[in-house]
């Protein structure tokens, strides 16, 4: 092997994702994780070794090397792949080509042109439902007929590390008869995993369930942070708003479909049978294991969450056929976020909301504190990783700083 990667490293030889990255002495451009490395693609590109235009890995995100296709950038992680196992491949004996993770920055990976955000676990449905309707009858009557989602805002997405600031807005308290504006009293994190688009689509054109994975360049974690008070008193009748669009955060490497194979599985029976269009052949959710942690201001990070993908009740082939169902166009570079990931266990609930059941049910932390929902000074921090046989794929992490309301 070339270059050393750590026994249960994330970024293994099986997984290398791609991302954006900057030091010092080079400026952003795209770069492979390697263990505790980065490859420099650029760097690479210098060998010439690519048969694409230099300038799509020396640009400030992925989304033109992206919109390249699968044909090359599938190639270019197996070439990579096969290079760092070939002690005499073009990589070998060229230092300059890596450059140490923990001396880089991490950018944003692409530019997000329109974001979606979906609701499609049914465990997450079931207990908001429980909470805020009808706790014999949770799910609304369409939740089983189609992936719902709501268009969220693009501009506020941001990488891992880049703290956010506690959102402003309106709330109804408790037997108040008006509402009053302030900071969010119940500011909660979402669980959730984003699907970047890998191609572009016209008006008028739509994905199939067959065709969508082809369409999906890869996933990264993602973090939908929600103002619970605001969220509860703007959402009717047009659904989230100012709850929503402050922030969310993302992991900065995006690991690949087809780094993902291995951990394919099926995922709850669908009933009743969804209509035709949302219908689908094979298994279709992936097996990752997911995690949550909180660590105080100055202190030790508490674990309050375990989940799993694929509990998801509708999987992301399904999302971008509706999506896209009405003809609605897509380009590369778009997001969508499969909502709250949870699971049956209520340690495996993807949000404060549920882990604490609306503030009836503290979690207390190692330093003795409790948290209803997430405190000014607190930083979120989600992980991922699959692994099966000797076969390890990890996504980094999604770290995030709250800092107070401006």
Known sequence: MIIDIPKNSDFSIHNLPFGIFSTPE??????????????????????????????????????????????????????????????????????????????????????????????????????VGKMFRDPENALLPNWKHIPVGYHGRASSIVVSGHPIHRPKGQTLPKEATQPIFGPTQRLDFELEMGFVVGKNTQMGQSISTSEAEDAIFGLVLFNDWSARDIQKWEYVPLGPFLAKNFASSISPWIITLEALEPFRTNGPQQVPEVLPYLQYEGPKNYDIHLEVGITPNGGTENTVCHSNFKHMYWNMAQQLAHHTVNGCNVHVGDMMASGTISGKGENSYGSMLELAWMGTKPITLSDGTQRKFIHDGDTVTLRAHAEKDDIRIGFGEVSTKVLPAR
């Not at 492979?32 to 690519?50: P, S, T």
């Open 26 to 127: 080079r400026n952003k451009r795209a770069g492979i994780a390697v263990g505790e490395h980065i490859l420099d693609l650029a760097a690479v590109h210098d060998l010439g070794v690519f048969d694409f235009d230099e300038k799509v890995v020396r640009r400030r995100d992925l989304n033109d090397f992206i919109a390249l296709g699968k044909a090359v950038t599938t190639k270019v992680r197996t070439d990579v792949q096969k290079w760092l196992q070939d002690d005499h491949s073009v990589l070998a004996d060229k230092p300059k080509l890596f450059v140490k993770q923990s001396e880089a920055q991490m950018h944003m990976p692409v530019c997000v042109g329109d974001y979606t955000d979906f609701y499609s676990s049914m465990e997450h449905a079931t207990n």
